[in-house]
């Protein structure tokens, strides 16, 4: 494909989710550290609500991995399943044997149980639901009764629901308002703003670099901006956009990639906007700030850096 022909050891616009390759744009920042601070205080019910493609999944795995060291962690990606189903999920999740015949009050007892001894132990238990907007209505109630698993200082399992707007509306319904008032903290996660789409593309491709010497700035700058106005800044299509923009300039045997690609890869993508505005390509091309520039060297320098500095 085009790795060699951009001197890059793997594909940077995967639309898998990979923490490797996060971009902490303001959004996302903000959804994460309102998670960080809600979880590190105790809370017992988090929501996150974003659009469709705007990096939900990535954002849960990127709280996971920040939390390895301090949570006891279990993530379900699909929660379309019934209340038995969840429990289940739960317990694989978290290695905690489950005995046959399953039997719901023994499960919720030994949940208990299990959750009290991490309790005693110093530890908290974090469980995460992606998609959580495909919880059905009679396994909600499910959630409310783990939410009751607490002592008298501390809720023993603390949990992130993540979903796209759809949630909200589930959540509204009458019969299970009673979840609703358990969420203490809530956050949106929308589209990256414009003005970050450059520094974005240039941050995977020095993520994906063989090494500190491979270019990032293969994108033109009005060509950065076309992407940001046809994917409306939603990062998978960015990622899909930018990925069939790296093709045809492989294709056409040139080092950067150009409005014209950019169009091109439009055309074939479903889900961008339609065709550009005729004025967009009067105004001024973006340029990269010194601070952005220098996050992606701080990016691409070795690995001997302090972890603080990685972070940064």
């Given at each position: 494909m085009?790795?060699?022909?951009?001197?890059?050891?793997?594909?940077?616009?995967?639309?898998?989710?990979?923490?490797?390759?996060?971009?902490?744009?303001?959004?996302?920042?903000?959804?994460?550290?309102?998670?960080l601070?809600?979880?590190?205080?105790?809370?017992?019910?988090?929501?996150?609500?974003?659009e469709?493609?705007?990096?939900?999944?990535?954002?849960?795995?990127?709280?996971?991995?920040?939390?390895?060291?301090?949570?006891?962690?279990?993530?379900?990606?699909?929660?379309?399943?019934?209340p038995?189903?969840l429990?289940?999920?739960?317990?694989?999740?978290?290695?905690?044997?489950?005995?046959?015949?399953?039997?719901?009050?023994?499960?919720?007892?030994?949940?208990?149980?299990?959750?009290?001894?991490h309790?005693?132990?110093?530890?908290?238990?974090?469980?995460?639901?992606?998609?959580?907007?495909?919880?059905?209505?009679?396994?909600?109630?499910?959630?409310?009764?783990?939410?009751?698993?607490?002592?008298?200082?501390?809720?023993?399992?603390?949990?992130?629901?993540?979903?796209?707007?759809?949630?909200?509306?589930?959540?509204s319904?009458?019969?299970?308002?009673?979840?609703?008032?358990?969420?203490t903290?809530?956050?949106?996660?929308?589209?990256?703003?414009?003005?970050?789409?450059?520094?974005?593309?240039?941050?995977?491709?020095?993520?994906?670099?063989?090494?500190?010497?491979?270019?990032?700035?293969?994108?033109?700058?009005?060509?950065?901006?076309?992407?940001?106005?046809?994917?409306?800044?939603?990062?998978?299509?960015?990622?899909?956009?930018a990925?069939?923009?790296?093709?045809?300039?492989?294709?056409?045997?040139?080092?950067?990639?150009?409005?014209?690609?950019?169009?091109?890869?439009?055309?074939?993508?479903?889900?961008?906007?339609?065709?550009?505005?005729?004025w967009?390509?009067?105004?001024?091309?973006?340029?990269?700030?010194?601070?952005?520039?220098?996050?992606?060297?701080?990016?691409?320098?070795?690995?001997?850096?302090?972890?603080?500095?990685?972070?940064?």
């Amino acid at each position: 494909m085009y790795l060699g022909h951009f001197s890059l050891r793997e594909p940077p616009f995967s639309i898998t989710p990979d923490t490797d390759f996060y971009y902490p744009h303001e959004g996302v920042q903000a959804s994460l550290n309102m998670l960080l601070v809600a979880l590190r205080s105790g809370e017992g019910f988090v929501k996150v609500v974003g659009e469709l493609g705007c990096g939900k999944t990535v954002l849960c795995r990127q709280l996971l991995k920040t939390l390895q060291d301090e949570f006891v962690t279990a993530y379900i990606p699909n929660p379309d399943m019934g209340p038995d189903d969840l429990l289940l999920a739960l317990a694989e999740e978290l290695n905690l044997p489950v005995e046959q015949p399953f039997n719901r009050h023994h499960m919720m007892t030994a949940l208990a149980a299990f959750l009290v001894g991490h309790a005693r132990a110093g530890r908290r238990v974090l469980v995460c639901i992606d998609e959580a907007q495909a919880i059905p209505v009679r396994t909600v109630e499910s959630l409310r009764l783990l939410s009751n698993l607490e002592t008298e200082k501390q809720k023993l399992l603390q949990m992130v629901l993540l979903g796209q707007p759809d949630l909200d509306d589930k959540l509204s319904r009458p019969e299970i308002r009673q979840l609703l008032q358990r969420i203490t903290f809530s956050e949106y996660l929308g589209p990256m703003q414009a003005r970050r789409v450059p520094v974005y593309l240039a941050h995977r491709l020095a993520t994906a670099a063989i090494s500190a010497d491979t270019p990032v700035d293969v994108f033109m700058p009005r060509a950065a901006m076309a992407i940001a106005h046809y994917s409306g800044g939603v990062p998978r299509l960015i990622n899909v956009l930018a990925h069939k923009c790296l093709m045809l300039a492989y294709g056409e045997d040139v080092s950067q990639v150009s409005v014209a690609h950019v169009h091109l890869a439009a055309k074939d993508t479903p889900g961008v906007m339609a065709r550009a505005p005729w004025w967009l390509w009067l105004r001024p091309a973006w340029r990269m700030s010194n601070q952005d520039r220098q996050a992606i060297a701080r990016r691409r320098a070795p690995a001997e850096l302090a972890p603080e500095q990685e972070t940064a």
